[in-house]
């Protein structure tokens, strides 16, 4: 029988993250995103018996993968808690943070979960099972309004407005609970491509329902905190809206997507320096073996010793 991590996910650009990182042997790394642990398994390679690696992941299902080895602690929360789970462990500054940010293969090809349109399955799509907030409950709570935001902010469905008034319609005949049902509504009203359509609708629901851009954000911002001087900080992004988030926060360190003074309007100092001036993409080679890899952009800062 395969190992589950072997299906669960082909990791992204492995050699291109491991030179990212500039591991050293005996330094400390986190990889915020550990899935099937594919990453985590090439960074341990590059350890000595004094190398600490710590990984989150707030998927039970990922425990499973987690490999026996004593230089590893795995935390099961979201990559939101960084900072405090990693004062809980008394880790001191770490030398490497990596991010991948795609959902696992094993995540999109488990029908239950409903991240995928290939499947049937309930309106699920938590990456976190103890969460409340599922697919179905966003789209037989939220108002008319508020489902329109969601499609436009996350999704940029190009009739955002015209689905949200749909779906509102047709939660008054039978509330959402399966894919199917969704599907339903999606089928006559999809622009362009259909798959794209139905893959920009899902990508809205799922990011909604997992508050997944407010919690990259939280992460980038402990990051610079937890890093020792000339700490790598290593992202993977897989569409427009993490990439634009990850690229401001590399150039003015903070969210809100300008440069922080002081009171007499001096410009704070730098804590980052841009390793990759423009991301680093997957081969041609990759991308025909991985096709989930096509969308993928890798992004390095290091902390600056001040």
Known sequence: M??????????????????????????IYVDVTFGGGGHSREILKKLDKHGRLIAFDQDKDAASNIPSDPRLLFIPQN???????????????VNGILADL???????DTGARGFSTRYEGRLDMRMNQS??????????????????????????????????????????????????DLNHVLRPLAKGNPQRYFAQVYQSLRIEVNDELNALKEMLDQSVKVLAPH????????????????????????????RETDAFGNSEQRQLKIITKKPILPSKE?????????????????????
């Open 102 to 108: 795609g959902v696992s293969s094993f995540q999109f």
């Open 2 to 27: 395969m190992e589950q991590h072997l299906a669960y996910h082909k990791s992204v650009m492995p050699n291109e993250v491991i030179d990212a990182l500039n591991i050293q042997p005996a330094g």
């Open 79 to 93: 990559f939101r808690h960084l900072r405090s789970f990693l004062r809980v462990h008394k880790i001191p500054p």
């Open 131 to 180: 969460s409340e907030l599922t697919a179905a409950k966003v789209l037989n709570s939220l108002s008319q309004q508020e489902l329109q935001l969601i499609f436009q902010n996350y999704g940029e469905v190009t009739n955002a407005k015209t689905l949200a008034t749909s779906l509102v319609e047709a939660r008054r005949t039978k509330q959402f609970e399966t894919m199917a």
């Open 231 to 258: 700490g790598r900080l290593v992202i993977i992004t897989f569409h427009s809206l993490e990439d634009r988030i990850v690229k401001n926060f590399f150039r003015f360190e903070n969210n809100e997507g300008e």
């Open 286 to 306: 990759e991308m025909k073996i991985n096709g989930r890899s096509r969308s993928a952009k890798l992004r390095v800062a290091e902390k600056i010793e001040l």
